[in-house]
């Protein structure tokens, strides 16, 4: 797998494989793309805190993924298709895309089902073969991260924070199977896995405040 147009320090903290050569065309006519994504990539770190917290539709986890390309012009985008048939439309769908810019379609599954790597990549599948985008990324959590979470106990829930990510949800063994089933067809993808040199723990970095405590004063001797 050619990775030369990925920087050594970004390979060693994410785990990176292209599908269909999405790498050649990336770094060929999509270099400011690929340049955005390696610079996302590059700031952002998996925080033991945004691990911890509760859950909700999108984990703090994503949503700081997603400003991290946002200031870089990378937005949420929706595609309509229709089938028209003697003038009527027959059938009509619309695919969101957490993030595009240029060609490039990118969905980050952090913690969701399992099934919606099948979705997004039958999304992607469409979109290329439409001609709408050149290549496609998913950026997931990488499986040796399991045994981090295992590490840090319970969830600012009070759950273990291991049974918030079971085998079923997004990970990426369970996309390297959807691609090996075919799901994306022909559309080039690249998969970026969060590593474990990706953590850091800032709850650890936060300085212990200690109550205040009021100073006794002295009493003077009686003369």
């Known amino acids: 797998m050619p990775t030369k147009s990925i920087p050594a320090d970004i390979l060693d903290r994410f785990q990176i494989e292209e599908h269909r050569h999405a790498l050649t065309i990336l770094s060929g006519s999509c270099a400011p793309e690929l340049a955005d994504i390696i610079a996302g990539l590059r700031q952002f770190e998996l925080l033991r805190s945004e691990i911890k917290a509760k859950g909700g539709s999108k984990t703090k986890i994503v ?6 390309f946002g200031s870089m012009g990378w937005q949420e985008e929706s595609s309509k298709i229709e089938v028209k048939v003697n003038d009527r439309i ?7 895309i957490d993030l595009c810019k240029g060609r490039i379609a990118c969905e980050i599954q952090w913690n969701s089902k399992d099934g919606v790597f099948s979705r997004d990549l039958a999304t992607l599948r469409l979109l290329h073969e439409l001609d709408v985008i050149s290549v496609g990324v998913i950026i997931t959590r990488c499986d040796d991260l399991q045994g981090l979470f295992k590490s840090l106990g319970l969830a600012d829930d009070g759950k273990p924070i ?3 990510y079971g085998a079923s949800t997004t990970h990426w063994g369970k996309l390297k199977d959807r691609i090996q ?6 559309c080039p993808v690249l998969l970026i896995g969060i590593g474990l040199k990706c953590y850091r723990d800032d709850i650890s970095d936060v300085p212990i405040r200690l109550p205040p405590t009021k100073l006794k004063r002295e009493r003077k001797p009686k003369v």
Request: charged residues 30%; glycine residues 4%.
């Open 63 to 68: 949503i700081r993924l997603e400003k991290l």
């Open 90 to 96: 027959r059938q009509a769908t619309t695919h969101s």
């Open 162 to 164: 291991s049974e918030k």
């Open 181 to 186: 089933n075919s799901d994306a067809g022909m």
